[in-house]
């Protein structure tokens, strides 16, 4: 079993900022991508920031300059910096991983999300 844990939402006023992490577990072989998507009321789930296992990165052209994404390979973990936060931002994040098991089958994996609010 994989499991994929969040941590660090939570209620930041606008131009505010947040870091969430989350943690892979379990019988994992290796980490492929790894990558932060939200969802917000009403809308689909969209990407945030992607990160593969070389350190490439990706960004939705919404957050560019204001989050940073960044993978530790040595214990599972990938974070999300996230500053100058508007309300917009406002969502689930959900953390992603794409992994190959122990048995050597490549799934995605999901965390169960972490709310961000971003109001005055």
């Known amino acids: 079993q994989v499991q994929l844990v969040e941590s660090g939402g939570g209620l930041v006023q606008p131009g505010g900022s947040l870091r969430l992490s989350c943690a892979a577990s379990?019988?994992?072989?290796?980490?492929?991508?790894m990558g932060w998507y939200r969802q917000a009321p009403g809308k689909e789930r969209e990407v945030v920031a992607a990160?593969?296992?070389?350190?490439?990165?990706n960004y939705a052209d919404s957050v560019k300059g204001r989050f940073t994404i960044s993978r530790d390979n040595a214990v599972n973990t990938v974070d999300l910096q996230m500053n100058s936060l508007r309300p917009e931002d406002t969502a689930v994040y959900y953390c992603?991983?794409?992994?190959?098991?122990?048995?050597?089958?490549?799934?995605?994996?999901w965390g169960k999300g972490t709310q961000v609010t971003v109001s005055s």
């Open positions: 379990g019988s994992i072989f290796t980490i492929r991508a």
């Open positions: 992603n991983a794409r992994i190959t098991t122990n048995m050597l089958n490549t799934l995605d994996f």
């Open positions: 990160i593969t296992n070389g350190g490439s990165t």
